[in-house]
């Protein structure tokens, strides 16, 4: 029997010591007490201990971000009961649905070893206890916040803008106000002088 150990949050073992490693083909959807119904991966690693062996099933809650640790009844497992333990372990899993393939981690070299282990969320662990869409919705927020700037920084710009055109209008307007007369405005009103001159000098 497999029991879910709940303080468990990572398995530290080092590459070097994990004997046996499967991972399910394709991802089930699960419900777990406590936590939502959502689609998980399995693993299930054979390691080696002092004078023996451990097994661990792990489901990985993808929604959640959360490790679910199953560990066999015995701490320990002997080399002779090992194959039995790891046949229990995927009959356990694909009990919940899951079709577990070998990952083959045995017959790696050291370098590829730790380079997959690394790879996988065991070992390091995930931010566990995550509310369901809680990220999305901070990605949201800050997508929308990002809009709303963006959108505030258009205003303000045409707003420079609109301050710009205004300013050049009333330039432009005091330009025309004081522009240098045309010759025919020059001769208009050099008339209009001297026909008001002589009507003034009539007058005496």
Same mark, same amino acid.
């Given at each position: 029997m497999f029991h879910w150990q709940k303080k468990m949050d990572s398995l530290e073992v080092p590459a070097a010591k994990v004997r046996r490693l499967y991972r399910s083909l394709s991802d089930i959807q699960v419900a777990l007490p406590? !936590?939502?119904?959502q689609q998980a991966t399995a693993y299930l690693c054979l390691f080696a201990v002092e004078d023996g062996f451990g097994i661990a099933i792990v489901l990985h809650l993808h929604a959640s971000q959360h490790l679910a640790f199953?560990?066999? /009844?015995r701490e320990k497992?002997?080399? $002779?009961?090992?194959?039995?333990?790891? /046949? @229990?372990?995927?009959? !356990?899993? @694909?009990?919940?649905?899951?079709?577990?393939? /070998?990952?083959d981690i045995q017959l790696l070299d050291p370098e590829e070893q730790d380079s997959l282990w690394n790879s996988l969320p065991l070992k390091r662990g995930v931010t566990?206890?995550?509310?369901?869409?809680? $990220?999305?919705?901070a /990605? $949201?927020?800050?997508?929308? $916040?990002?809009?709303?700037? @963006?959108?505030?920084?258009?205003? @303000?710009?045409? #707003? #420079?803008?609109?301050?710009?055109?205004?300013?050049?209008?009333v330039r432009r307007a005091a330009v025309l106000r004081r522009r240098k007369p045309s010759s025919e405005?020059?001769?208009?009103?050099?008339?209009?002088?001297?026909?008001?001159l002589g009507r003034f000098l009539a007058s005496f």
């Open positions: 406590g !936590f939502p119904s199953y560990f066999a /009844d497992i002997s080399k $002779q009961e090992a194959g039995r333990v790891l /046949d @229990e372990g995927i009959h !356990f899993a @694909e009990s919940m649905g899951f079709i577990m393939g /070998d990952l566990a206890g995550a509310i369901p869409g809680k $990220q999305a919705n /990605d $949201q927020r800050e997508e929308t $916040q990002a809009v709303v700037a @963006e959108q505030a920084e258009e205003i @303000e710009q045409a #707003e #420079e803008i609109g301050e710009l055109e205004k300013d050049l209008e405005e020059i001769e208009a009103r050099r008339k209009t002088l001297l026909e008001n």
